[in-house]
């Protein structure tokens, strides 16, 4: 199994909570300086200690995240993290211009010489609020982008693109990716219709904010439709992110959680703005299983034990933690475990970095 | 907008009665159909409301007798030539679609100064080696040809019989995969070029497109998203609104024309 290290780049100081989107009234640029800084030592750290991929995601108008942008903070990230994997989970490509990701895309990995994980996602429902895009227009935006985007990467001719949701008269990106024919691509494959398109177009898939026993009906669901289309993915082509803390035993862990008020029920993105949430409900964006998917997204608020059991949280001393991560390899069959350090005080969190690097992932690897 | 009328009759041209379509005012546009013969289209319809379109179905197709004349693609082209000047029309807008490309291709370059521009649909004048599919029912033909075939209606048992008829001819005039005389030729033509793909074309890769675009000196590429070999039928009001445009601007349609006030 390999491993990813996940940071969203909170922002570190007082908001208000529980909303969407956030007022900036108490945003502090000096924090918010320290709270980019702290986010590129985490990815520098996991980098040294031998981190297989870091990721970094987009998302607006909150400060649980300062990187709306993930190409720019990729950017930044290049030039610290020298050996691992740089992931952006993703770009969210129904609302922004294709042609500019598939450009930012090859210039990661000019920059990285061919170490970009291309994540193209829909996000949650709230993002197409932040530039005024119809959600119930995602899916089929984001069918063609991901088409478009491919074909800007390996077209070696200028070509126009005359497609539903998007056109262009004439396309010739500069750079050109490295990897050949063009970066790994991931999406998201928690809903029937996301496993199916990416089943067609033999891409990877990935799982956030969900449950084991949910990403494995999913996962199960990919592999039928890949076999359906004639290929088998191997394990590196599901990934599965879940929130972490590691301690020296499992009591302190669970301790260290209970103490960060870590064990609360999370809010964030469209949870924190249930009309939003409806509208995009009722636009169809959540697609054929609307109640399984907003259940999925209801599930992150359920006890800390609860999450544990469910695969939700990884919490514990290393060897609990390998075990929590065996039981994702064996139920997934998912070759890449994505770790988001839960939000503890720096030391603790740095603690449980170290833990991870030196008692779980070498010997995740054997997994 | 009501669908518009379109007159039928037929023009003696080099000793053939060759059928024809017509509607609409303005600048002529003539179409050169694929190997399966004339097939309508709704784009036909949208692009006579701004143009005079005709579209003829060439000797040896649809009701017309065997033809056993022409023995390469020039041949056929010159024919065409003639059926256009005998209906008085001396300069025109040429659009071929598969095997009418590499007709208009021909045409182009026997004639480039009757030619304002020249539209090339799904293009089969160079195509990949080796044996192109060769549907065996009505289902099996939709299937190649349309992106979405559960959205079109099935097509009649004849369209099998009528390419079977006409296989020997349309073989013959197609020509290998790679021409060299034609690939040689094409760098001459200074007449502007639109080579149209659809991105789920299962006839000719849309890969192909990139031929196109580095042998013409004056070519653009255009994708048409979720459209298969039969662009036109597939996404009518996209393919219509590039072709429109590049007819009335040639290489200056990439300059976009659209506002994006919302409000004054």
Not at chain 1, 207 to 234: I, N, Q, S, V
Not at chain 1, 281 to 304: E, K, L, V
Request: with cysteine; hydrophobic share 40%.
């Amino acid at each position: 199994m390999k491993a990813a290290l996940f940071n969203i780049v909170p922002y570190l100081g007082e908001a208000e909570r529980g909303m969407w989107p956030v007022p900036a009234r108490t945003y502090s640029s000096e924090v918010g300086r320290h709270s980019m800084e702290l986010a590129l030592e985490q990815y520098e750290l996991a980098d040294e200690l031998g981190f297989d991929w870091v990721t970094l995601a987009e998302h607006h108008f909150a400060p649980l995240s300062l990187s709306p942008n993930p190409m720019v903070m990729a950017g930044a990230v290049t030039q610290r993290v020298r050996r691992a994997k740089i992931a952006l989970l993703g770009a969210t490509i129904p609302i922004l211009n294709p042609v500019r990701v598939a450009e930012e895309f090859a210039m990661l990995d000019t920059l990285t010489n061919g170490r970009v994980v291309a994540g193209m996602l829909r996000g949650t429902a709230n993002e197409y609020v932040t530039y005024d895009v119809n959600p119930a227009e995602s899916r089929a935006r984001f069918e063609e982008a991901m088409e478009l985007i491919i074909r800007a990467w390996t077209e070696p001719q200028p070509f126009g693109w005359q497609g539903r949701h998007f056109r262009f008269r004439t396309v010739s990106i500069w750079p050109r990716p490295v990897q050949q024919p063009h970066p790994p691509i991931y999406m998201s494959g928690s809903s029937p219709e996301a496993g199916e398109f990416a089943a067609r177009h033999r891409v990877s898939i990935g799982f956030a904010f969900t449950t084991l026993p949910l990403a494995r009906a999913a996962a199960g669901h990919y592999r039928r439709c890949a076999a359906a289309c004639g290929w088998e993915p191997a394990p590196d082509d599901v990934l599965y992110r879940v929130t972490a803390h590691v301690a020296g035993s499992d009591e302190e862990a669970l301790e260290d959680l209970r103490t960060a008020g870590a064990d609360a029920p999370r809010r964030g993105f469209s949870t924190s703005n249930r009309p939003l949430d409806d509208a995009a409900a009722g636009a169809g964006y959540y697609g054929r299983d609307t109640a399984a998917q907003r259940g999925r997204i209801d599930a992150q608020s359920r006890p800390m034990l609860e999450r544990i059991e469910q695969g939700q949280l990884l919490a514990g001393s290393p060897d609990t933690v390998l075990a929590q991560a065996r039981r994702i390899r064996e139920e997934l069959g998912a070759g890449i475990l994505e770790v988001v350090f839960a939000h503890v005080p720096r030391e603790k969190s740095l603690r449980a970095i170290e833990l991870f690097g030196t008692g779980v992932l070498p010997r995740l690897r054997d997994l | 907008m009501g669908s518009p009328t379109w007159l039928e009759d037929h023009v003696e041209a080099d000793g053939f009665r060759i059928r024809y379509v017509e509607s609409g005012d303005g600048a002529p546009l003539v179409h050169l159909h694929g190997g399966g013969g004339l097939v309508m289209t709704p784009a036909h319809d949208l692009l006579a409301r701004e143009r005079r379109v005709i579209a003829f179905e060439m000797p040896g197709f649809g009701e017309s007798p065997e033809n056993t004349r022409h023995e390469t693609m020039p041949d056929m082209a010159r024919t065409m030539l003639e059926a256009v000047s005998a209906l008085g029309v001396e300069e025109f807008d040429l659009m071929g679609t598969s095997f009418g490309s590499k007709t208009a291709l021909w045409t182009a370059l026997i004639a480039p100064e009757r030619l304002r521009a020249l539209v090339l649909e799904s293009p089969a004048a160079i195509r990949p080696e080796g044996r192109r599919p060769q549907p065996a029912t009505p289902e099996e033909l939709v299937a190649l040809l349309h992106a979405h075939p559960e959205r079109v209606p099935p097509r009649p048992a004849s369209s099998i019989e009528q390419r079977a008829r006409t296989r020997p001819m349309v073989t013959r005039l197609m020509g290998p995969p790679r021409d060299p005389e034609l690939e040689e030729a094409m760098p001459g033509l200074q007449v502007p070029v639109l080579a149209v793909f659809g991105t789920e074309d299962r006839m000719i890769p849309s890969e192909m497109g990139r031929a196109y675009r580095q042998l013409l000196p004056r070519c653009h590429l255009l994708f048409v998203y979720d459209a298969g070999h039969a662009v036109a039928a597939d996404r009518p009001e996209a393919f219509t609104e590039a072709v429109s445009d590049f007819l009335d601007r040639h290489e200056q349609f990439v300059v976009s024309q659209r506002s994006s006030v919302l409000f004054p």
